[in-house]
């Protein structure tokens, strides 16, 4: 993992964004705008250009596109800045319709640079907790950037599972021996994708607690939890377990249980926070969680990703507003955090050396 913070950025033809170059502090970058004029925008284009992909479910290339481009493709120019030397990496890429070209200090290249980003939307705590499959695909997206092994092992799951629901639906000939078989490969990643789950939960975990008391200066004991049939199952009580469930799966047409339908919960002082706490209480919880990832994940891969934080203010009363400004400003980490409330405004702008970015109707200035 490249240890990289974004320094320049133009963007041609993306969404409603007309900037000529946008300079990006290494510490903390405050975009401001009203609402609508295209604030998220900027953190959507560092995103696709350093993951190649939306941070909005379901975006396709048309949705990103300017109305006003003059040819169907989008530009992408920026220099990155190592966070320890005076090096600098210069990443240009070109998307199309259903091509995509990178150039890397000039030079085509086949790959993007392995840049990291992470995203934060204070909205995305209602879904995290009132959507089960929205959290289970969080924490199999967020342990798959740090555990390599583990994310191979996830895709190799899901298309065991989806080939076992097709069995189960169509009962082609032979199909049983088909499933027998078929579960002996889900046994066995079942097994390895619990034990690195609850590893990473471990992880976590002492990351989780001192964030929400830096952050939101409560005493309370905030804590996460797996919730799964085979945290002590062995890989054979997992087969077996399939075995026995294969009669039910046949008239459900689908399988009924595995570790696809497992899940995580967050608990403040011992309670689940979905059903016991306020929605204030589940949203700091929630962007706790994404602030002890990125501790976590500096601790593993000996780097910061960049961090995007979409609009705040209007999830977190005033004094925890000051709370998460003061934890940002102590952070390590490049921020780019959009806000259109003049009084949290008010409040990034007194912090050190900050980077302030204007945005109206599109356009960016550097103020």
């Known amino acids: 993992m490249l240890k990289y913070k974004i320094s320049k950025l133009k963007v041609s033809n993306f969404r409603n964004l007309d900037c000529e170059q946008i300079i990006f502090s290494p510490n903390i970058n405050c975009i401001f705008g009203e609402n609508g004029n295209g604030k998220t925008n900027i953190l959507e284009a560092i995103f696709v250009l350093m993951t190649g992909k939306s941070f909005k479910k379901n975006t396709s290339f048309p949705q990103l596109l300017s109305m006003d481009c003059g040819k169907p493709e989008i530009l992408f120019s920026s220099i990155f800045q190592d966070e320890v030397s005076d090096n600098t990496l210069s990443y240009s890429l070109k998307l199309e319709n259903k091509l995509s070209l990178i150039y890397l200090d000039g030079e085509k290249s086949k790959k993007r640079p392995n840049l990291s980003v992470v995203f934060i939307n204070p909205f995305d705590s209602y879904n995290f907790y009132y959507t089960p499959s929205f959290k289970r695909n969080w924490f199999d997206t967020h342990i798959g950037i740090i555990d390599k ?8 799951h899901q298309k065991s599972i989806k080939f076992r629901n097709i069995l189960l639906t169509k009962k082609t000939p032979k199909y049983r021996e088909q499933i027998e ?187």
């Open 149 to 156: 092994v583990y994310r191979k092992n996830v895709n190799k």
């Open 181 to 367: 078989a078929i579960d002996v490969e889900i046994a066995k990643l079942s097994k390895e994708i619990t034990s690195r789950r609850i590893e990473f939960l471990s992880s976590i975990q002492d990351y989780l607690q001192d964030t929400f008391k830096q952050i939101f200066s409560q005493d309370l004991h905030l804590s996460i939890h797996l919730e799964s049939k085979f945290i002590d199952y062995s890989e054979t009580q997992i087969l077996e377990y399939f075995k026995k469930s294969l009669p039910k799966d046949e008239i459900l047409c689908h399988t009924g249980y595995g570790i696809h339908k497992d899940d995580y919960v967050l608990q403040i002082n011992g309670f689940n926070a979905y059903d016991y706490c306020s929605l204030g209480q589940q949203k700091m919880s929630y962007l706790c969680l994404l602030f002890a990832y990125i501790e976590l994940f500096r601790y593993k891969l000996n780097t910061y990703p960049v961090v995007l934080i979409d609009d705040v203010s209007g999830e977190l009363d005033e004094f925890r507003w000051q709370l998460l400004i003061d934890y940002l400003s102590k952070c390590q980490f490049q921020v780019l955090i959009t806000t259109a409330n003049e009084k949290f405004r008010d409040q990034l702008e007194k912090i050190n050396d900050v980077n302030k970015i204007l945005v109206i109707s599109g356009e960016v200035t550097n103020l």
